[in-house]
């Protein structure tokens, strides 16, 4: 009796772990994806431990600790970084919803910030996120690089105060008033409306970014993982990214923006962009 105790407690125990997932998400998704691991929970019992933050810094984190069950990043940049380093298994990966890059002032926008062009003058707070760790970071470099003259990127980067960590830390520089515009994702606008609004740059943006999920090479548990890898990309996960704003069709992106630009791709960030 008391051996058959142990072995129902030790199946118990495997059991329980077995079906204990660890994700790692860009923080711009948290939203939408701790409502979906309540859900997924309560349909299946399995336990989903969150680590949320800039898409590169994660994905470190991942490599040094080798622990890890899903890696979900706001770009295809970073998805394409762990596929290149073994993180990710490469067959598997899903696209979940897509973002818009935008830019982003406070509510009553005491600096007049209409367009672009503006971000040139003089006594302007720009924040952008770390474009080596932060998915809106890499298309903000790619935006600056691509779409303004010399002259003109050289006094957007003089107006540079900080390179945050994450998009969550960019949007609230622009929240608390410590910067007067944040190139940021579109979607923050919606987010906080009493608070933020978004500036039209329809006409610089060179590419939008998805979000996109993978099973983790460190996975203990891949029969898991690939179980909420498909939860992550079904019709109960759509409609919640969408109660947030964040779109899952890509014709619904492209009438947003008035245009149709590639979807993922990738920029190659210049050695020297921050000291530049």
Same mark, same amino acid.
């Given at each position: 009796?008391?051996?058959?105790?142990?072995?129902?407690?030790?199946?118990?125990?495997?059991?329980?772990?077995?079906?204990?997932?660890?994700?790692?998400?860009?923080?711009?998704?948290?939203?939408?994806?701790?409502?979906?691991?309540?859900?997924?929970?309560?349909?299946?019992?399995?336990?989903?431990?969150?680590?949320?933050?800039?898409?590169?810094?994660?994905?470190?984190?991942?490599? $040094?600790?080798?622990?890890?069950?899903?890696?979900?990043?706001?770009?295809?940049?970073?998805?394409?970084?762990?596929?290149?380093?073994?993180?990710?298994?490469?067959?598997?990966?899903?696209?979940?919803?897509?973002?818009?890059?935008?830019?982003?002032?406070?509510?009553?926008?005491?600096?007049?910030?209409?367009?672009?062009?503006? $971000?040139?003058?003089?006594?302007?707070?720009?924040?952008?996120?770390?474009?080596?760790?932060?998915?809106?970071?890499?298309?903000?470099?790619?935006?600056?690089?691509?779409? $303004?003259?010399?002259?003109? %990127?050289?006094?957007? %980067? !003089?107006?540079?105060?900080?390179?945050?960590?994450?998009?969550?830390?960019?949007?609230?520089?622009?929240?608390?008033?410590?910067?007067?515009?944040?190139?940021?994702?579109?979607?923050?606008?919606?987010?906080?409306? !009493?608070?933020?609004?978004?500036?039209?740059?329809?006409?610089?943006?060179? %590419?939008?970014?998805?979000?996109?999920?993978?099973?983790?090479?460190?996975?203990?548990?891949?029969?898991?993982?690939?179980?909420?890898?498909?939860? $992550?990309?079904?019709?109960?996960?759509?409609?919640?990214? !969408?109660?947030?704003?964040?779109?899952?069709?890509?014709?619904?992106?492209?009438?947003?923006?008035?245009?149709?630009?590639?979807?993922?791709?990738?920029?190659?960030?210049?050695?020297?962009?921050?000291?530049?």
């Amino acid at each position: 009796m008391r051996i058959t105790s142990i072995v129902f407690l030790m199946f118990f125990a495997v059991s329980s772990y077995a079906k204990t997932l660890l994700i790692y998400v860009g923080v711009t998704s948290k939203p939408p994806v701790q409502k979906l691991i309540a859900i997924y929970h309560k349909r299946t019992g399995s336990e989903i431990n969150a680590v949320y933050g800039g898409s590169g810094t994660l994905l470190s984190q991942m490599i $040094l600790t080798k622990k890890g069950d899903i890696y979900m990043p706001a770009s295809p940049d970073f998805m394409k970084l762990a596929e290149r380093e073994s993180v990710v298994f490469k067959g598997n990966i899903k696209k979940i919803a897509y973002l818009v890059p935008s830019l982003i002032v406070p509510r009553d926008n005491p600096k007049n910030i209409h367009s672009y062009k503006d $971000l040139a003058k003089p006594g302007i707070k720009i924040v952008i996120a770390n474009p080596e760790t932060v998915p809106i970071g890499v298309y903000t470099a790619e935006i600056i690089d691509k779409s $303004l003259n010399k002259t003109e %990127r050289l006094k957007i %980067r !003089e107006n540079i105060i900080n390179y945050a960590g994450s998009a969550a830390k960019t949007a609230a520089a622009v929240i608390l008033h410590q910067a007067d515009a944040a190139f940021e994702w579109k979607v923050y606008s919606y987010w906080r409306p !009493e608070l933020i609004k978004a500036i039209n740059i329809n006409k610089f943006i060179r %590419r939008i970014s998805y979000i996109s999920a993978g099973i983790s090479s460190f996975t203990k548990n891949r029969k898991e993982a690939l179980r909420f890898l498909n939860f $992550l990309s079904s019709e109960t996960s759509k409609k919640m990214f !969408e109660r947030y704003h964040i779109m899952t069709n890509l014709h619904e992106v492209y009438k947003s923006i008035n245009k149709k630009v590639i979807a993922g791709g990738s920029y190659k960030l210049p050695e020297n962009w921050l000291t530049e």
